[in-house]
């Protein structure tokens, strides 16, 4: 007996999009029947996310890249805001992220905030690997490639305790966002903020003081 498994793959390059249809079309298994929808960016993949929603016809497995054209209203801007959107929408639906970035910060994040079922970081990908993926996201979810397990474990057996604005002051820094500045993209004070870059300093260790010196050791040790 068939059994029909509805795709939608969301993704700004037409040709990644082929290869990936036709190696889950070649490797698919004889009682699977793939019904597969394309989006090329937000617009698209919210047009087709929404239909399937209304029409109840739900899909099984949403491909989702994270860097993508944002919506025309701008509300969504990259396929994190789609899966986090996609989320609510259809619960049941299994969701396999994709990226080129492979930075901890990044993919901790999505992890936290979505907790996919598949996340693949498109330099490990090979044909092989999207189709043991997209089938152990279907039976025995969740399947990280390599660059994702690596990181999750290094993250996991390291001692240090951070919390999410430590994580995003590491990171904002390591993209050359000067420390006054960071008072932008929180809701702390700027004095808050140099009291905890501080005291990161102290649980790294950095005698010295400098910022460069923090993150060396805080990219060494994956959280950046």
């Known amino acids: 007996m068939k059994e029909t498994v509805r795709i939608l793959m969301t993704d700004d390059h037409p040709i990644i999009i082929e290869g990936y249809q036709n190696t889950l079309i070649a490797t698919k298994k004889e009682h699977q029947d793939l019904q597969i929808d ?6 698209e993949s919210l047009k087709m996310l929404r239909a399937a929603r209304d029409s109840k016809n739900y899909y099984h497995v949403l491909f989702m890249d994270i860097s993508l054209p944002p919506s ?11 899966a986090k959107y996609a989320r609510r929408l259809m619960p049941k639906t299994k969701i396999i992220m994709l990226t080129m970035f492979n ?13 996919p079922e598949g996340f693949l970081i498109k330099s490990d990908l090979t044909s092989r690997e ?5 089938q152990a996201v279907l039976n025995n979810p969740p399947f990280y490639s390599a660059t994702v397990s690596a990181t999750i474990r290094k993250t996991i057996t390291n001692d240090f305790n951070l919390d999410d604005i430590d994580r995003k002051i590491l990171y904002l820094l390591s993209q050359g966002v000067r420390t006054k500045n960071l008072k932008e993209h929180f809701q702390i004070s700027l004095s808050a903020i140099e009291k905890r870059k501080k005291q990161l300093k102290i ?11 923090l993150l060396a050791l805080a990219k060494e040790m994956g959280f950046i």
């Open 72 to 82: 025309s209203d701008g509300d969504f801007t990259s396929g994190e805001d789609l």
């Open 130 to 134: 999207l189709s043991s993926a997209f």
């Open 203 to 213: 649980l790294f260790d950095v005698h010295d003081g400098s910022d460069e010196r």
């Open 103 to 115: 930075e901890p910060y990044r993919i901790y994040n999505i992890i936290r905030e979505i907790d």
């Open 38 to 43: 394309i989006a090329n960016n937000c617009d």
